[in-house]
């Protein structure tokens, strides 16, 4: 099994260029975003709370990726997926139509990555391996975590 650091660095093998960084800045935290909307968006049995929908399944499954490989990223995603499950769901307490939203910005934001890796002149990471997809926020995340001295 590869370690966190391993990963951000096989990661950070195709994201040198600057613009290309910027662009992931931005686009990986919509993504990632889109995604907890479109899952929270599928029904469940019941009522639909903060707490019983799909999407904070998936941050659940998501949490179990990062503990296996760093618990300050645990830590760290835990309060940011928590923060985007809840604000995708004040997003559909308000009427937001959140299947439509979230496709759009998960649309969009993709195709801001595929601009930024034509810019880089490499392909996205996870057409190597799937599990990428995961290590793009982990990547972003450590760069806070290294600017305030947060060791993983």
Known sequence: MRTMREWLSMYGESHQNATNKLIHWVCVPVIMFSI????????????KTLWS?????????????????????????????????????????????LVSFSLFIFVVAWIGQFVGHKIEGAKPSFFEDIQFLLIGPAWLLSFIFDKVGIEY
């Open 36 to 47: 907890f909307g479109l899952i929270y968006s599928l029904p469940v049995v019941g009522a």
């Open 53 to 97: 929908n799909w999407a904070m399944i998936g941050l659940l499954i998501t949490l179990i990726f990062y503990a296996r490989l760093s618990f300050a990223h645990f830590v760290g995603f835990t309060f940011i997926g928590f923060l985007m499950v809840y604000f995708n769901h004040r997003l559909a307490m308000a009427g937001v139509p």
